[in-house]
């Protein structure tokens, strides 16, 4: 049985190497992976069958022009022996439904149309944004999660939090891990 879940810490290294396999090293050179980079994911998702983690999907904290939020799609993978089993539709549907529930305005992604075409997203109201990068024009593609949002233009751009700011400040700082060494080891409790 499939189980969707958040990803845990213990998790990462198991989605990593799923998306190197799927990918390929080139995923690392991408303009939506620079878009990424030292960033932490607004959600993340890991589809896990008997322990291990057979399929991800992130989002992304972006800007889809000046003074405009929305998230980023990406990347989706599922293992080449678990695919055709809706496993990555049950995580793309999840990740939308996660971000309507937080209030978010609008997705994007860059992918295959055909694919992602069935959630509703289309080029149609992505032909006036661009990318910090190479990209295709028609793999550009967005969401409308609010019945008002229009047409965004301008340079999509990362967001959120740095993931370099959220690491340092949750390590201990140094004076207080060496005034911790410095304790007595605690008695042991009376029964």
């Not at 990318?131 to 751009?157: K, N, W, Y």
Request: glycine share 10%; aromatic share 4%; hydrophobic share 45%.
């Amino acid at each position: 049985m499939v189980t969707i879940r958040h990803e845990r810490p213990l998790d990462v290294a198991a989605r990593e190497a799923l998306l190197d396999l799927c990918f390929g090293a080139s995923r690392r050179a991408k303009t939506s992976e620079r878009l990424r980079e030292g960033r932490l994911p607004w959600l993340a998702l890991v589809a896990v069958e008997r322990g291990r983690v057979i399929g991800t999907v992130q989002l992304w904290q972006v800007s889809a022009g000046p003074d405009r939020p929305a998230l980023l799609l990406g990347p989706l993978a599922v293992g080449a022996c678990h695919r055709n089993r809706g496993i990555g539709s049950a995580l793309v549907e999840r990740a939308i439904g996660a971000a309507q529930a937080g209030g978010q305005r609008e997705m994007l992604l860059v992918g295959d149309a055909p694919y992602y075409g069935r959630f509703g997203f289309s080029a149609a109201c992505t032909g006036k944004l661009a990318m910090p990068g190479p990209f295709e024009p028609a793999r550009l593609l967005g969401l409308a999660l609010a019945p008002d949002a229009t047409e965004a233009t301008g340079l999509v751009t990362p967001t959120g939090p740095v993931a370099a700011l959220a690491a340092a400040t949750a390590a201990p700082l140094p004076a207080l891990a060496a005034r911790r060494s410095r304790r007595r080891p605690a008695l042991p409790r009376a029964a």
